[in-house]
């Protein structure tokens, strides 16, 4: 057989094989879930912050504990109010007692019954009882109303722990859209410091290929080419993993695809001192409103005790028939009645328990002005880290242009043998760096204004950053 034909032969299966391999990966493609094809949602800033505002789950459990608080304020309210019941019962005995006070229960009871053997061995007898009876607590030191206060102020804790939590929500929900722009912002960094990497690599070739350089300019030209492609394998992994953040700071599966229509860009916020933010804070922080009524709550707490050394003035009645047979069909009797309670000696639980109530009532007080010097902390933080991005960012501008320019001179003293690869590849690391930094400062600009107006409480779906 001729070489040529043998050649044939056995690079026909090979060919048969890559073409079936082909068919199979592009039917696997079209056999792909509609979901992996499905484009990504847009979305923007508002309608992110309202979504999150309407799916996190940490919304759903502060809503639950306000609901909670409404609960206990009716409940609270429930010792003010009398007691009402109704009790029906069936009994069938011959106990001497039972059956005695039975017929007279049941207004059947006559003169023979006084028989001795009757008293003294009855026949059996059967009892159906309807009962209505309730009690009423007129006065109890007024531990019930102090117990409603009390309540009250629990419940409007909840409803401002509420208005800080949604606060929180709103800046994660800035902190991760804004993530995924600085992402894709750092995506498109790489692949342009990548097409960069590759101009001075495929420069660096020609210029040894020519004779005019060394293979170490080529290799080192390599080098930063095969860096760059790393990054930009770690930049889209960071972009994934920050379309994660998006969607589960939102509420939604973690896999669920979210495109921001929005750019990253510079953005103006409105200016206030330092001074102005604390006492803004001190107004307006949820939280700390939330401290005060938990104190003013365990205020309620030391009444309650103190309370509970005065006398209870309880009344009660009931009205109840007695019946043979189902139906009221025998006797009734009602009874009506008033109690007066006061401890004479109970160990002194009582007024240790006074004293532990204003404990806590100092430690709510002492943990409040804590909280105080804590907030202010915290806004001082968050303005000069607003102030650091926002200076940064003019700084980061300034040295893209010098970078820039600086890589332009390089490139063509590197292009006329006046300079080295090595110098030109430091340039270039210069202005690939200053451009990572510029959208590093403008992404902070955003967050950290929100983080401003997160420490001073003012952080809503109305916010300049959000709605800018």
């Not at 993530?179 to 790489?190: D, I, R, T, Y």
């Not at 007024?351 to 943990?367: D, F, G, L, S």
């Given at each position: 057989m001729p070489a040529i034909l043998r050649s044939?032969?056995?690079?026909?299966?090979?060919?048969?094989?890559?073409?079936i391999v082909r068919f199979v990966a592009l039917a696997a493609m079209l056999a792909m879930p509609l979901a992996a094809q499905t484009a990504p949602?847009?979305?923007?800033?508002?309608?992110?912050?309202?979504?999150?505002?309407?799916?996190?789950?940490?919304?759903?459990?502060?809503?639950?504990?306000?609901?909670?608080?409404?609960?206990?304020?009716?409940?609270?309210?429930?010792?003010?109010?009398?007691?009402?019941?109704?009790?029906?019962?069936?009994?069938?005995?011959?106990?001497?007692?039972?059956?005695?006070?039975?017929?007279?229960?049941?207004?059947?009871?006559?003169a023979a019954d006084f028989a001795l053997n009757k008293l003294n061995t009855p026949t059996p007898i059967g009892n159906f009882s309807s009962r209505f009876s309730g009690q009423w607590s007129l006065f109890d030191g007024?531990?019930?109303?102090?117990?409603?206060?009390?309540?009250?102020?629990?419940?409007?804790?909840?409803?401002?722990?509420?208005?800080?939590?949604?606060?929180?929500?709103?800046?994660?929900?800035?902190?991760?859209?804004?993530?995924?722009?600085?992402?894709?912002?750092?995506?498109?960094?790489?692949?342009?410091?990548?097409?960069?990497?590759?101009?001075?690599?495929?420069s660096s070739q020609v210029r040894v290929e020519s004779g005019m350089a060394v293979d170490s300019d080529w290799l080192s030209a390599q080098v930063v080419t095969s860096r760059r492609k790393q990054e930009?394998?770690?930049?889209?992994?960071?972009?994934?993993?920050?379309?994660?953040?998006?969607?589960?700071?939102?509420?939604?599966?973690?896999?669920?695809?979210?495109?921001?229509?929005?750019?990253?860009?510079?953005?103006?916020?409105?200016?206030?001192?330092?001074?102005?933010?604390?006492?803004?804070?001190?107004?307006?922080?949820?939280?700390?409103?939330?401290?005060?009524?938990?104190?003013?709550?365990?205020?309620?707490?030391?009444?309650?005790?103190?309370g509970a050394l005065a006398p209870r003035l309880n009344v009660f009645g009931s009205w109840e028939t007695d019946s043979p047979s189902v139906g009221w069909n025998g006797g009734n009797n009602w009874?009506?009645?008033?109690?007066?309670?006061?401890?004479?000696?109970?160990?002194?639980?009582?007024?240790?328990?006074?004293?532990?109530?204003?404990?806590?009532?100092?430690?709510?007080?002492?943990?409040?002005?804590?909280?105080?010097?804590?907030?202010?902390?915290?806004?001082?933080?968050?303005?000069y880290e607003f102030d650091a991005a926002r200076q940064q960012v003019e700084v980061a501008r300034g040295a893209i242009t010098q970078a820039d320019e600086s890589l332009r001179i390089n490139q063509n003293r590197y292009d006329g043998g006046l300079n080295t690869v090595s110098d030109l590849l430091r340039v270039e690391e210069a202005a690939h760096r200053a451009r990572a930094d510029y959208w590093q400062a403008v992404y902070r600009?955003?967050?950290?204004?929100?983080g401003v107006e997160l420490a001073t409480g003012t952080l809503t779906p109305a916010s300049p950053v959000v709605t800018q």
């Open positions: 044939h032969s056995l690079q026909s299966p090979r060919i048969a094989v890559t073409i949602t847009p979305l923007t800033l508002p309608q992110a912050v309202s979504l999150a505002l309407e799916k996190n789950p940490l919304h759903k459990a502060a809503m639950a504990d306000t609901r909670i608080s409404a609960a206990s304020v009716r409940e609270a309210r429930s010792p003010l109010m009398p007691k009402i019941m109704f009790t029906e019962s069936a009994l069938r005995g011959n106990d001497p007692v039972f059956v005695f006070g039975t017929r007279l229960r049941q207004q059947s009871f006559t007024l531990q019930s109303w102090f117990g409603v206060s009390r309540a009250k102020y629990m419940q409007q804790a909840a409803e401002q722990q509420l208005d800080r939590t949604d606060q929180e929500l709103v800046y994660q929900a800035v902190q991760a859209y804004f993530g995924v722009l600085l992402a894709q912002k750092q995506e498109e960094v790489v692949q342009d410091a990548l097409k960069t990497a590759q101009a001075i690599e495929a930009l394998i770690q930049m889209r992994n960071g972009l994934a993993l920050a379309r994660a953040q998006l969607a589960l700071a939102l509420g939604m599966p973690a896999d669920t695809a979210y495109e921001p229509q929005e750019a990253l860009a510079e953005r103006q916020f409105p200016a206030a001192t330092a001074a102005e933010l604390e006492l803004k804070a001190l107004e307006k922080r949820p939280d700390l409103k939330r401290v005060e009524s938990e104190r003013s709550a365990q205020a309620k707490s030391v009444s309650m005790a103190k009874l009506a009645g008033a109690e007066l309670q006061f401890d004479l000696f109970d160990g002194d639980s009582k007024r240790a328990h006074i004293a532990r109530e204003k404990a806590v009532q100092e430690k709510a007080a002492a943990m409040r002005d804590a909280y105080r010097d804590e907030i202010r902390l915290q806004v001082r933080k968050a303005y600009v955003q967050t950290s204004y929100a």
